[in-house]
């Protein structure tokens, strides 16, 4: 068994994953980066994407966060996620629905409020749907 | 002295009133344990979010270009308290006891030279602030976490505060709130919410020594500026669990309390009940029989 380390996935709700993992792939808001054993210490912002676990040289496990934060150090990444969905559990009608929705409240509302929060929901469920749309080569 | 009528009816209303107070013990029994599990859960969150803001205040000590969150304002003139309290009454000293300390700190701030303004969480807390701090009291939020408290309601009540943090309304923003102590002791809790303060002192001995320099990815300030608002978010979510806990834990020992003094009351008016049952048949008895003597 190769070297692992310690990949912990928290919502504000829930502790999602805390698992020993040989490699992990986070959505950094400056690009991917892979976490392996012994990276260097790191702090960065998550944008809306997907993490991916490595096992064996192959994606094992590919999970949807919507943004957050991420802290590394040679043991352990844990990932600070505003909301977080296992890739197979995200279905592809229920958020083109969802989309559709919201842009019609876009068009429709006057209230910056309602503007705001909607537009915010959009991004995240546009990026769900890339993440679907884009299946991982393995 | 009360007829046995009168006795027995009042029996039958106490042991009425004791169905629902242990029905409610029970619910509230159930309740507690759900809100304990769900701030269990919260916990590993608000830890971790603890300990990256601790190695980014580390890393940007002494910076001057550090943001309003965590500088404050320069200025403590304004004081903003968030007072959470519950929905519902009938949690023995629960509400009370946030009242109580609220009044206390606005006259103390006051007193201090310092304006005070109100931000309520509950209906309990509005409606008792509203009476006499109609003035004070700048916005009130009820039927939150029913049925049960989102991540998501949260964000909202922070956003508010952050916006009117931004509008200047305040310099410093304090939560009042029930700490769970245990099912049956809750302690009045004040938190600085706004500025705020990185936990420092927790930390300078554990890790500090094999922490390192990290590297940030934007740069700290950036950093600082998304995660600052959302540890708000947090701080506000963790305080609300700890809260509706205290809340159940309240009500269930108050609910205890009153079963069991609706027992004892039962009891002793039972015991009336025998007595004056029997005097009634001694006296009957005494009567007949001087009646049979007599004759």
């Given at each position: 068994m190769a070297a692992t380390l310690q990949f912990e996935l928290v919502s504000p709700e829930r502790l999602l994953r805390s698992e020993p993992v040989e490699m992990v792939v986070v959505p950094g808001s400056e690009g991917n980066f892979g976490v392996l054993p012994g990276h260097a210490l790191l702090i960065s912002t998550v944008r809306p994407g997907l993490i991916e676990i490595y096992e064996g040289g192959k994606v094992r496990e590919q999970l949807f966060v919507a943004g957050g934060f991420a802290e590394v150090n040679a043991e352990r990444c844990t990932v600070l996620a505003d909301e977080a969905v296992p890739l197979?559990?995200?279905?592809r009608a229920v958020l083109e629905g969802e989309a559709r929705e919201l842009e019609a409240r876009l068009n429709t509302t006057q209230d910056d409020d309602v503007r705001n929060h909607a537009r915010r929901q959009l991004v995240v469920v546009n990026a769900k749907l890339t993440a679907l749309g884009a299946p991982s080569p393995h | 002295m009360a007829t046995l009528k009168e006795l027995r009816l009042r029996i039958r209303s106490i042991r009425s009133t004791q169905k629902i107070t242990s029905a409610q013990k029970m619910v509230a029994a159930s309740r507690l344990r759900r809100a304990q599990e769900q701030a269990e859960a919260a916990r590993p969150y608000a830890q971790r979010m603890e300990r990256m803001l601790g190695s980014l205040a580390a890393s940007l000590q002494g910076r001057v270009n550090a943001t309003p969150l965590l500088?404050?304002?320069?200025?403590?003139q304004t004081q903003l308290l968030l007072v959470m309290t519950s929905d519902r009454g009938l949690a023995g000293g629960f509400n009370a006891a946030i009242i109580r300390e609220t009044r206390r700190l606005i006259r103390e701030l006051e007193a201090a030279g310092k304006a005070v303004k109100l931000v309520t969480l509950g209906r309990k807390g509005r409606d008792a602030l509203r009476r006499d701090q109609r003035q004070r009291l700048i916005e009130s939020r009820v039927e939150?976490?029913?049925?049960r408290l989102r991540f998501e309601e949260v964000e909202t009540i922070a956003a508010a505060l952050l916006a009117l943090y931004a509008d200047h309304q305040f310099d410093i923003c304090t939560v009042i709130f029930n700490h769970f102590h245990s099912a049956i002791s809750q302690v009045v809790t004040r938190q600085q919410l706004i500025p705020f303060s990185p936990p420092e002192a927790a930390h300078d001995h554990d890790e500090a020594a094999d922490r390192g320099i990290y590297e940030f990815e934007p740069e700290e300030a950036e950093i600082l500026n998304e995660l600052l608002p959302r540890n708000l978010a947090i701080q506000i979510y963790t305080a609300l669990l700890d809260s509706i806990a205290s809340e159940w834990g309240a009500r269930m020992t108050a609910m205890d309390n009153a079963t069991r003094n609706a027992g004892d009351m039962i009891n002793d008016l039972t015991i009336t009940y025998n007595r004056s049952r029997q005097a009634a048949i001694t006296k009957e008895l005494i009567e007949i029989i001087s009646g049979a003597e007599a004759l």
């Amino acid at each position: 068994m190769a070297a692992t380390l310690q990949f912990e996935l928290v919502s504000p709700e829930r502790l999602l994953r805390s698992e020993p993992v040989e490699m992990v792939v986070v959505p950094g808001s400056e690009g991917n980066f892979g976490v392996l054993p012994g990276h260097a210490l790191l702090i960065s912002t998550v944008r809306p994407g997907l993490i991916e676990i490595y096992e064996g040289g192959k994606v094992r496990e590919q999970l949807f966060v919507a943004g957050g934060f991420a802290e590394v150090n040679a043991e352990r990444c844990t990932v600070l996620a505003d909301e977080a969905v296992p890739l197979p559990d995200l279905n592809r009608a229920v958020l083109e629905g969802e989309a559709r929705e919201l842009e019609a409240r876009l068009n429709t509302t006057q209230d910056d409020d309602v503007r705001n929060h909607a537009r915010r929901q959009l991004v995240v469920v546009n990026a769900k749907l890339t993440a679907l749309g884009a299946p991982s080569p393995h | 002295m009360a007829t046995l009528k009168e006795l027995r009816l009042r029996i039958r209303s106490i042991r009425s009133t004791q169905k629902i107070t242990s029905a409610q013990k029970m619910v509230a029994a159930s309740r507690l344990r759900r809100a304990q599990e769900q701030a269990e859960a919260a916990r590993p969150y608000a830890q971790r979010m603890e300990r990256m803001l601790g190695s980014l205040a580390a890393s940007l000590q002494g910076r001057v270009n550090a943001t309003p969150l965590l500088a404050g304002t320069g200025s403590d003139q304004t004081q903003l308290l968030l007072v959470m309290t519950s929905d519902r009454g009938l949690a023995g000293g629960f509400n009370a006891a946030i009242i109580r300390e609220t009044r206390r700190l606005i006259r103390e701030l006051e007193a201090a030279g310092k304006a005070v303004k109100l931000v309520t969480l509950g209906r309990k807390g509005r409606d008792a602030l509203r009476r006499d701090q109609r003035q004070r009291l700048i916005e009130s939020r009820v039927e939150i976490g029913r049925p049960r408290l989102r991540f998501e309601e949260v964000e909202t009540i922070a956003a508010a505060l952050l916006a009117l943090y931004a509008d200047h309304q305040f310099d410093i923003c304090t939560v009042i709130f029930n700490h769970f102590h245990s099912a049956i002791s809750q302690v009045v809790t004040r938190q600085q919410l706004i500025p705020f303060s990185p936990p420092e002192a927790a930390h300078d001995h554990d890790e500090a020594a094999d922490r390192g320099i990290y590297e940030f990815e934007p740069e700290e300030a950036e950093i600082l500026n998304e995660l600052l608002p959302r540890n708000l978010a947090i701080q506000i979510y963790t305080a609300l669990l700890d809260s509706i806990a205290s809340e159940w834990g309240a009500r269930m020992t108050a609910m205890d309390n009153a079963t069991r003094n609706a027992g004892d009351m039962i009891n002793d008016l039972t015991i009336t009940y025998n007595r004056s049952r029997q005097a009634a048949i001694t006296k009957e008895l005494i009567e007949i029989i001087s009646g049979a003597e007599a004759l």
